[in-house]
């Protein structure tokens, strides 16, 4: 090997030593979030005893919802209670079972569980094997550090929370939201051509919804699991465009329809199937989200006047 591509080699090797030997000492000064949603600091904050606590679950199709209009919509009539909307992203159910415990430990009085066809992907089918997320479950040494979250960290601690970031990026934190912080991208509603765009790309969701597959059986054990500690379940679908919906096959959508009206009889709990409420408004964000937008608010509305309904029929049996 000549002397000067050896000389090469070797700067790039002691360049990439440099740099990784910095990001690992960076990662334990300035640590990224855990995304462990379980470890969270809202499940160790303190409530007040006399405020009865309301939980939204779901992923961020719940996570968009407009947390403060669903506040003022429940406290108007029943200031006794409080809403958290704890969806986040790519949540679903075998997910939300790791922090169930968490969860139920805060003592919240209702539950409301939004779902929807990609709730029950099984894991298989979800998996990109040439995901970083992947690629880290792999027998290897820990090498859970993201340099980009690591080296904006660092910019930001030295410079203010606004370094780098421009006004299109700022994210939206909610009242109540934990969780999720929405992108200034979730507030901008898209037309028709967009979504035809996003379907063409990304394609229809195609599953099987029924008793075999896991993801049932985990809601059905979060489900009971909450009714065995005396909490309120409220299960409903999420909204979906038209041209979405379209491209769903009826046998998969009555397999949803069918899964709310399996799971009512054997919970004794209320549904509410919002998949095509909305599908002809021009409201939506994305090929599956509702915009976090004032001519959205629809769907924020109608979450709330759910809860309210709830609570009043609690008010009438007593309970």
């Not at 969780?179 to 037309?191: A, H, L, P």
Request: neutral net charge.
């Amino acid at each position: 090997m000549p002397e000067q591509i050896r000389n090469i080699v070797v700067v790039l090797c002691i360049s990439f030593f440099i740099v990784f030997t910095s990001l690992f000492l960076l990662a334990d000064i300035f640590p990224t979030p855990d995304a462990n949603v379980e470890k969270n600091t809202f499940f160790t904050q303190k409530f007040d005893p006399t405020v009865k606590r309301i939980f939204i679950l779901g992923s961020s199709q719940t996570a968009v919802l407009n947390t403060t209009r669903v506040i003022e919509g429940v406290t108007k009539s029943y200031p006794e209670y409080m809403v958290y909307n704890l969806g986040y992203d790519t949540d679903n159910p075998k997910k939300r079972l790791n922090s169930l415990q968490e969860t139920m430990r805060m003592k919240p009085s209702i539950v409301l569980y939004g779902i929807s066809f990609r709730d029950f992907i099984p894991d298989y089918e979800s998996k990109n094997y040439f995901d970083i997320q992947q690629i880290k479950k792999l027998p290897q040494p820990d090498v859970s550090i993201n340099p980009k979250l690591i080296t904006l960290k660092v910019l930001k601690s030295a410079f203010g929370d606004n370094v780098l970031v421009s006004k299109s990026e700022r994210k939206i934190i909610q009242p109540n939201t934990p969780f999720t912080e929405t992108s200034q991208r979730g507030t901008i509603i898209v037309d028709d051509i967009e979504i035809r765009k996003q379907l063409a790309k990304e394609g229809p969701i195609l599953i099987k919804i029924n008793a075999e597959n896991e993801r049932v059986e985990n809601l059905k054990r979060i489900i009971t699991q909450l009714k065995q500690n005396h909490v309120k379940v409220i299960l409903f679908t999420t909204p979906l465009p038209k041209i979405y919906l379209d491209s769903i096959p009826d046998a998969e959508k009555n397999e949803l329809h069918n899964l709310l009206n399996e799971i009512a009889d054997e919970f004794d709990i209320k549904t509410y199937d919002l998949t095509a409420s909305y599908e002809e408004l021009g409201i939506w964000s994305d090929l599956a989200h509702v915009a976090l937008n004032p001519k959205s608010i629809i769907y924020s509305d109608d979450i709330a006047g759910i809860i309210v309904k709830e609570i009043e029929t609690n008010s009438t049996r007593g309970i």
